[in-house]
């Protein structure tokens, strides 16, 4: 049973570029939520698709965009990068069937810019 | 709004010593308690959970109690090994919302 997968597993980018993310979640979740881990910090929620909409947004600026599939995977694209967009984005799914279950992370993509 | 604090590290711990780590939350209502854990590469992985107070979530030696009269989720185990080194996030969902608040992690590092 696969569980969360991202790609790519590393990218690097220049200042005003654009970049897509994209993630499959685990078998049976229809769930996907977005965080941006900057180094040393604690992963910090960037939004949350559901039923292809999104249903919750954390702090971000609106370069911060994204979709979720009918197959229930999704892309985060950001827009005009910045040098502080550099950091490690994860993936979490999980399932609306269930209450209460845990998000399951994806390994990330490794975002550098320069 | 909701914010978790956990203690700083790095924590240094001899192999077999008893870890500790503190994680103290602020949040309105009845939120869910985490810790996950992460290895260096990798992403997130849930090391256990806590869904109301006085539940006490537990998983390879590890153990944590959700403490709603000190809005604490502590991290202990007996007894560390050379394995267990890795970066620990404390973490919470708010009540009728699947989106967690993490804190900034602390870092183990356990020497044999």
């Known amino acids: 049973d696969a569980g969360v997968t991202q790609s790519p597993t590393h990218l690097i980018k220049t200042r005003g570029q654009q970049v897509t993310l994209r993630c499959s979640p685990k078998?049976?979740?229809?769930?996907v939520s977005w965080y941006q881990q900057a180094l040393g910090q604690g992963p910090q929620f960037i939004f949350q698709y559901y039923e292809e909409e999104e249903r919750q947004r954390g702090n971000f600026p609106d370069r911060f965009s994204g979709h979720q599939f009918p197959n229930y995977s999704s892309e985060l694209n950001v827009n005009a990068l910045l040098l502080g967009d550099s950091a490690l984005y994860l993936c979490a799914s999980s399932s609306s069937d269930w209450g209460n279950q845990p998000q399951h992370f994806g390994d990330g993509t490794r975002l550098s810019i320069l | 709004g909701d914010s978790v604090t956990q203690m700083e590290g790095p924590v240094t711990l001899s192999e077999e010593a008893f870890l500790t780590i503190n994680c103290t939350y602020t949040?309105?209502?009845?939120?869910?308690l985490f810790w996950y854990v992460q290895y260096p590469g990798e992403g997130l992985q849930l090391l256990l959970k806590?869904?109301?107070?006085?539940d006490k979530g537990s998983n390879k030696g590890f153990e944590a109690t959700y403490r709603k009269e000190t809005t604490s989720f502590h991290l202990e185990k007996g007894s560390v090994q050379v394995s267990d080194s890795a970066v620990y996030f404390c973490a919470l969902e708010a009540s009728g919302y699947s989106t967690l608040t993490f804190g900034k992690g602390t870092m183990l590092l356990v020497s044999p």
């Open positions: 949040a309105t209502g009845y939120p869910s």
């Open positions: 078998s049976g979740h229809d769930t």
């Open positions: 806590a869904t109301k107070a006085d």
